[in-house]
């Protein structure tokens, strides 16, 4: 073991040592020997433990620590702190610029446990009021963890789209006479890319000089028609080349997934048809035009050639938001000011808000009385705002045993309620499936919420038996929310299809937790579209006195 990863092992010991308040200052010696080792010029390893004793910042007990950790491999005091620390907090304890006293405010005061749940919190702004933090330690936070994900290589949708858009800008400004393409994942709305791909119309060698001079583009490799290269930002960038005439031809091409392009080969008349639209490739392979977003390689040829391929929802198609949170919980603006925005900004008929259960005591819950003071001002906005509706919801938290977060009497009084999974996730699928059935079952809720808990890049989602909940949800009624954090992106669009087919409504919620969170809604669309959703199958792409019926005929079967 070399001096690094004993110091390493130290550090974390030390680490653990203070985020369990044991001993203070024997977690500052660890911390300074951890430092030391680190910076010896001679393999510790190769030293006796009198030796080792007699190196500054390491006394005798930390000197056994290390003969145990170099003849073991471990230590026994490091693995029973390991046994007692959930395993997304020692992550958490990794991510630069979070000691271990901020970790225990986000585990024990927050009931944080992995670093999905507090990227997530940062998007909340949930950790603004917590002790010890504030609005550029959030940031500070948000920031190292987005690089943390990044240094694996692989990017949520959201961001890229601002990269994507910038690059864009610079190609179309530095080639002015040609047209420029997004293709690949991008284009298709993947909700996890890898890398930017874009089609130039033009050659590679009448371009390159004034490619190489966007500074925020590294050109890594070059050939006749193609160059590859990585943005400042860390994200992968291939640019390919293609005569005009060809455009058609291509763009089909390195849209689509491999098993889509495939597909279609098969149907084609020839494996290379130069064309200039991509509706031309399609019409030869005697089929309508497939929107990228489908290009996946699933059932969409058989669609196709059916004549039922879905006509897309688009963010026209909604009429209003359901899902977000105020002042009165963890939100950022009062119910006055979204509901302004939503009616002003975003052109929406109506918003449901749904603030956090009294279980959710780190976003500040709402107790019963509270409940009753949030109506009463739902009540009087409702009065006082034109062409607006406010409808009364609540996120309740599906409880261990499936139960909802309140007694039917409270529960009844809102005009919707969001059922939502938010603690304990360990579970056999088994045991999740049922969890959620049994919230499902429960005459009060409308909406399933963030079905598998799933945080992109940072947090598997409980494992869940999918067909079983959605059936369950087509036999009682109840819609399944299309998260539209780019975060979550929960329900996965892949299950979408199979809702419809059940006769499952779908809402594609913002989650949002300030204004600017309304705007989330667009990535829920992208995903949407993806899963061949319609306007039809969308509960908040009904008007207002429709969803108002809606929520009355659920109440009214309890």
Not at 354 to 359: A, K, L
Request: net charge negative; aromatic share 8%; with cysteine.
């Amino acid at each position: 073991m070399d001096n690094k990863a004993v110091s390493k092992k130290l550090n974390l010991l030390s680490q653990l040592i203070e985020l369990h308040e044991i001993n203070q200052f024997k977690a500052k010696s660890l911390a300074a020997a951890a430092y030391k080792i680190g910076k010896l010029p001679y393999p510790i390893a190769k030293k006796q433990i009198k030796e080792i004793e007699q190196i500054d910042s390491i006394g005798k007990s930390t000197a056994a620590k290390i003969a145990e950790l170099l003849e073991t491999g471990t230590m026994q005091e490091l693995e029973e702190l390991m046994a007692e620390t959930p395993e997304g907090v020692v992550e958490i304890l990794g991510i630069k610029g979070v000691g271990p006293k901020k970790v225990n405010v986000i585990w024990k005061d927050l009931g944080i446990n992995s670093v999905g749940e507090l990227f997530y919190a940062c998007n909340e702004n949930r950790l603004i009021e917590a002790k010890g933090f504030g609005l550029k330690t959030q940031e500070e936070i948000k920031k190292a963890i987005e690089f943390k994900i990044a240094s694996n290589g692989r990017f949520l949708y959201a961001q890229v789209q601002e990269v994507a858009q910038s690059v864009y800008e610079e190609l179309t400004q530095a080639l002015p006479e040609t047209s420029v393409s997004f293709t690949g994942d991008f284009r298709r709305k993947c909700e996890i890319i890898d890398g930017l791909d874009l089609l130039v119309v033009g050659r590679l060698s009448e371009a390159i000089s004034k490619l190489k001079a966007i500074s925020s583009i590294n050109i890594t490799s070059q050939d006749d028609d193609c160059i590859q290269a990585e943005h400042t930002t860390g994200i992968k960038i291939i640019i390919n080349f293609c005569e005009k005439e060809e455009l058609g031809f291509h763009l089909a091409r390195l849209t689509a997934s491999e098993k889509h392009w495939t597909q279609l080969l098969e149907r084609l008349p020839s494996p290379y048809l130069p064309v200039a639209t991509e509706e031309e490739i399609y019409k030869a392979a005697s089929l309508p035009y497939i929107e990228p977003e489908l290009r996946e390689g699933l059932n969409e040829f058989e669609l196709a050639a059916s004549g039922k391929l879905p006509e897309l929802i688009e963010w026209r198609d909604l009429k209003g938001t359901l899902h977000c949170h105020s002042t009165w919980s963890d939100g950022m603006h009062s119910l006055e000011e979204m509901a302004i925005y939503c009616r002003d900004q975003l052109k929406l008929e109506y918003m449901g808000i749904s603030d956090h259960s009294q279980s959710a005591f780190y976003a500040k819950g709402l107790k019963a009385e509270q409940i009753l003071a949030q109506h009463e001002e739902i009540d009087r906005l409702n009065a006082k705002l034109d062409n607006f509706r406010i409808f009364k919801g609540i996120e309740s938290d599906i409880l261990f045993d499936g139960s909802l977060d309140y007694p039917d009497e409270i529960l009844a009084t809102f005009d919707f309620v969001i059922a939502s999974i938010h603690s304990m996730f360990k579970m056999t699928e088994e045991k999740a499936t049922n969890r959620l059935i049994s919230a499902i079952e429960n005459p009060h809720t409308t909406i399933l919420g963030h079905p598998t808990g799933r945080m992109l890049l940072t947090r598997n989602g409980y494992p869940v038996d999918f067909r079983k909940v959605i059936d369950a949800c087509a036999a009682n009624q109840v819609v399944i929310e299309i998260n539209s954090n780019p975060l979550r992106l929960d329900l996965d669009w892949r299950w979408h299809q199979y809702a419809q087919e059940k006769g499952v409504m779908l809402s594609i919620n913002p989650d949002a937790h300030s204004l600017p969170g309304f705007l989330d809604t667009r990535y829920g669309v992208n995903v949407a579209r993806k899963g061949g959703l319609t306007a039809a199958n969308c509960l908040n792409a009904l008007n207002v006195t429709d969803i108002e019926a809606r929520f009355k005929q659920k109440k009214g079967g309890n």
